[in-house]
């Protein structure tokens, strides 16, 4: 199914950071239920929603990062389709965009 033969360095690399990316994700998942269960007090539910959005928003981004592997796009750009740094992915393991057109999507 796959094309060609990969770097076994980095099949293992991408081996072990599946790992830590899915027990990241449920992690997570876990926290997501707990705040989601936990309501009553309405200033807490204030600070509640914004730690759910920033909860929900580190899923998508693990579960995206989980699914490039599974696919073979794991640190490729999005958007220029160039190798995307491993010093960058190591800081920011579900990075979609290499520097140069992560600073030209914020813009
Ligand atoms: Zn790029």
Redesign the pocket.
Known sequence: MSTGTHRRADQDRLDNLHASLSQEFEVQTARLTELTADTGDPNQAHTQSALIAATRQSLEQISGALRRIAEGTYGV??????D?PTERLEILPHAR??????QKQKG
């Open positions: 750009c999005e958007r220029c389709q160039g995307i965009f290499c520097v140069p057109c992560q």
